[in-house]
């Protein structure tokens, strides 16, 4: 028989959250456009290291496949990205796998992103709307406005620009750039705006947008190509007017 | 009064908008979901949403969406259902709306319309190429809201087991289990909604996400619930073979001018246009997928001989389709590393949806008294074939009337006595129970190898084009496959986020469900919509003008089926063609 070409992994596993982390390898078998996802599949069905040796398959976290839910954002080569999207033809090996250690580590690559969620909570991330019963129609909007309204709303809360931002940590409490421009997306809404102060004096407090240390990290790294960077300096601007608002009306 | 109580399983966005619904009518609502409901699977629909909000100067009604719907589902559909959905479509986009959701908008900045396959309107409301991501975010957003309220407290990461009926035999309950502790639980309720969505992964390789399972509703089927046409599976003519999944191009590349084609003779062959010159690429899924079957399998003329052929839209000016299917073609970019707006996609057909389900009545009852179930997992609205942006629509909507009618069995005597202490302590140990004898399972079966074979075998037989004797070898395959399940062996043996043993529980169930979908086909011997028999090429309206009905028969683990009447009262059956314009009402 041929030799049979082979994918190799390097997995950090950790069984709890208060475990300490180890490393595993495996080989898997290679087949064109193979991406992480579908690798740590193929350990489900034979979950064998490299060395031979039995184990349990390894946990992690995913749904669509597709590069929409967000839920499978894994640090692959030392990068924070969705593993469903990182084909193994385009990572050099062998491919290094860890879980996001920005967030909590429930087991092997499954993290705890609740924070995220939370944070959408603070920012007011909704429109303030009576009911889901006939009002009035929704106002026309600037077809252009909405274009940028589209961008910012692909933002999947995925993960990879808190992982990769220097001042989100435990030195800081940053809620991140994700949550924050979420802000700037519900005040282009036509009566988003009307919650506009709100949201604005959310960023002001403690963890807000001046936490932020302009490192640009996140755009880098956003799977979606958000310009992150730019929405937050506007929202920094906003913050800035209103914070000087505030004091005037006193 | 005491207070109402509902527990909403799923969300999606069939279970988030009943969940908004029965927090407005003073409710509370425990919402228990996989994942957090921000990620659920309606976040892949691409294409768009209908509803007649007649703007583009073609005189569209929402009678005509209705007959578009009900003949596109081959007159299998309830009519007064669909023709309540039709009519409130208008009314959810402005709901969606005032939610802020970005839809794409024309130059004086409405809404803008976009074809869809089997209408000849446009029809189609969209937000670019991700429609489905963009409603459930809206969604998701009203329901924190609701949550920071403390009217919805969520469950994620929480799979639901079984309901728990009292001794009326009412739903008053569920069990489920933490998916990190792996601790279970049983839940009180005045009611329960399922809306846990599709069943595409028990075929293996399909277009959803890979907690479609229809894990839930097969647990819910063995405890007496019936399950209505669950033979008529969709075949999505335009997905991108893959090994992990098949990933979705939307039908919007055909309604925004992309053509169908492969070789014949050494000169592009548009197949699908000489085929039904009316519709031309735009025909409903099924006659596409067929025609890519036969043109494939029949004729051999696949591209290099391979199961695929051509979706191009490379005729198109790239700032047009940028704007209108940017996500989708990246995607396309990604996962095959070709540009489609320069050399044509190559695509095959790929399980995408399930129109049977749960049975339900018009307000979303199920056969067990205080369940209800909604969205994908019923069975209403789409008949044999479900036209493309029509379940974004049936999901909002079933959402609008699950909700509600949960709220009327909170306030009514029906609902008999709540669930004992006890009761719910034994419903838990009986979980409990299955569970520990998971993880001790040792036998030679790998649980995801057996799950492979299981999608193989669905695959082969019941999808496009269906044989009996055929069908008759599935279900022999796939009682030797609930035989193997009991031989599987487990190897995680811990109580810490053990998805090995919950997948292992799932897979007996979607095991379960494989049997109903193949002898339902097996049974009804006419070909429709998307159930289609070569042996039987006519539709049979005699004999199976009639909902499927598959109940659990637990000697014998296989159902058993029965057909019952129901309403077609507004729209006589006619002959469904697309190789003409559609005829009279
Ligand atoms: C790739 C793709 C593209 C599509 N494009 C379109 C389109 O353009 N237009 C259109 O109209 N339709 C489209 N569809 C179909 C449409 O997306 C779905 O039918 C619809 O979104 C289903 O919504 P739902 O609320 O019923 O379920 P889902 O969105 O699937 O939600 C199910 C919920 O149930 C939960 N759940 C399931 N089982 C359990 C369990 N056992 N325990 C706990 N929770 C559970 C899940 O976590 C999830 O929250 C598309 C489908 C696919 C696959």
């Known amino acids: ?250 | 009064m005491s207070k109402k109580n509902i527990i909403v399983v799923g969300g999606g966005l069939s279970g988030l908008m009943a969940t908004i619904k029965i927090c407005e009518a003073g409710g509370e609502v425990k919402l228990f979901s996989y994942c957090p409901v921000k990620r659920s699977h309606s976040l892949c629909a691409q294409g768009g949403i209908n509803a007649c909000m007649n703007t583009k100067g073609q005189n569209d009604t929402t009678w005509e969406h209705f007959d578009d719907t009900v003949y596109g589902g081959d007159f299998l559909a309830d009519q007064t259902a669909v023709k309540g959905m039709c009519e409130t479509a208008p009314k959810l986009i402005k709901m969606f709306d005032r939610m802020g959701v970005p839809f794409t908008r024309t130059a004086e900045g409405a809404l803008d319309l976009r074809n869809f396959g089997g209408q000849k309107n446009k029809r189609t409301v969209f937000a670019g190429s991700t429609t489905g991501q963009q409603l459930l975010y809206a969604l998701d957003e009203q329901v924190r809201k609701w949550e920071v309220k403390g009217k919805v407290n969520k469950y994620e990461f929480w799979e639901f087991i079984k309901i728990i009926k009292n001794d009326k035999k009412v739903c008053r309950g569920i069990v489920a289990q933490n998916m990190n502790s792996m601790e279970i639980e049983a839940f009180r309720a005045d009611a329960v909604i399922l809306a846990t969505g599709g069943p595409g992964v028990i075929f293996g390789r399909c277009t959803a996400s890979t907690i479609c399972n229809g894990s839930a509703v097969s647990a819910v089927y063995q405890q007496g619930a019936e399950i209505g046409n669950s033979e008529f599976i969709q075949i999505h003519p335009t997905a991108i073979p893959g090994s992990d999944k098949n990933r979705l191009m939307s039908e919007a590349c055909r309604g925004e001018g992309g053509r169908i084609w492969t070789y014949k003779d050494g000169k592009p062959w548009y197949f699908l246009e000489t085929m039904y010159p009316a519709y031309g690429n735009l025909v409903p899924r099924d006659i596409a997928a067929r025609a890519i079957y036969d043109v494939c399998v029949n004729q051999g003329l696949g591209i290099n001989g391979e199961n695929r052929v051509y979706l191009d839209l490379s005729h198109i000016p790239a700032e047009y389709l940028e704007r209108k299917l940017g996500g989708i073609l990246e995607m396309y970019s990604e996962f095959v590393g070709d540009d489609p707006r320069k050399v044509p996609m190559q695509i095959y057909p790929s399980v995408h949806y399930s129109m049977g389900g749960i049975w339900v009545d018009t307000k979303h009852n199920t056969s067990i008294p205080a369940l209800l179930a909604s969205g994908e997992c019923d069975y209403q609205y789409h008949g044999a074939n479900r036209l493309g942006a029509n379940s974004l629509l049936s999901a909002a909507y079933s959402g609008t009337i699950s909700g509600p009618e949960a709220i009327r069995w909170s306030e009514s005597d029906d609902i008999g006595d709540e669930l004992t202490d006890e009761q719910l302590a034994a419903a838990k140990q009986e979980c409990v129970d299955e569970f520990e004898n998971i993880i001790n399972m040792n036998g030679k079966e790998n649980a995801h190898k057996l799950h492979h074979e299981l999608g193989d075998l669905m695959n082969r037989y019941c999808t496009i084009v269906r044989v009996n004797k055929e069908l008759d070898f599935c279900m022999g395959e796939l009682k030797k496959i609930l035989a193997r399940w009991s031989d599987i062996g487990v190897n995680d043996k811990g109580h810490w986020a053990n998805q090995e043993a919950m997948f292992v529980r799932q897979l007996r169930n979607m095991i379960l469900y494989a049997m109903v979908i193949c002898k339902a086909a097996r049974m009804r011997d006419e070909s429709r919509g998307a159930h289609y028999k070569p042996e039987f090429p006519n539709r049979d309206d005699e004999k199976f003008l009639k909902t499927t009905i598959a109940s659990y028969d637990p000697e014998t683990h296989e159902p058993k089926i029965t057909y019952r009447e129901f309403d077609h009262s507004l729209i006589k059956p006619r002959p469904r063609r697309y190789d003409v314009a559609k005829g009279g009402k």
């Not at chain 1, 997995?11 to 959250?17: G, L, N, V």
């Not at chain 1, 184990?55 to 969705?82: H, Y």
């Not at chain 1, 006939?134 to 808190?162: F, K, R, S």
């Open chain 1, 1 to 250: 028989m041929s030799e049979q070409k082979t994918v190799h992994f390097i997995i950090e596993r950790q069984d709890s959250p208060d475990s300490k982390p180890y490393t595993e390898e495996f080989l898997v078998p290679y087949r064109p456009a193979l991406n992480v996802v579908a690798a740590l599949m193929e350990i489900q069905k034979n979950p064998v290291t490299k060395d031979g040796k039995k184990t349990t398959p390894v946990v992690w976290e995913c749904n669509c496949l597709e590069k929409v839910c967000g839920a499978c954002m894994m640090v692959i080569n030392g990068k924070a990205r969705q593993a469903c999207a990182t084909l193994v033809d385009h990572v050099p090996q062998p491919i290094h796998l860890a879980p996001a250690r920005t967030f909590p580590v429930i087991r092997d690559l499954q993290i705890d992103r609740s924070v995220m969620f939370e944070s959408l909570k603070r920012i007011q991330g909704w429109i303030e709307i009576d009911g889901s019963w006939e009002v009035n129609t929704a106002p026309i909007q600037n077809p252009y406005t909405a274009a940028t309204a589209y961008e910012i709303a692909h933002c999947m809360t995925c993960g990879c620009c808190l992982e990769a931002c220097p001042n989100v940590g435990p030195q800081s409490d940053f809620i991140g750039p994700a949550p924050t421009v979420q802000a700037y997306l519900f005040n282009l809404h036509p009566f988003g705006k009307f919650d506009k102060e709100k949201r604005l004096n959310s960023l002001m407090e403690k963890g807000g947008i001046t936490s932020c240390g302009n490192s640009q990290n996140c755009v880098q790294v956003c799977p979606k190509n958000i310009k992150l960077t730019t929405y937050l300096a506007q929202l920094n601007r906003d913050v800035n007017k209103q914070a000087l608002k505030n004091i005037f009306d006193k």
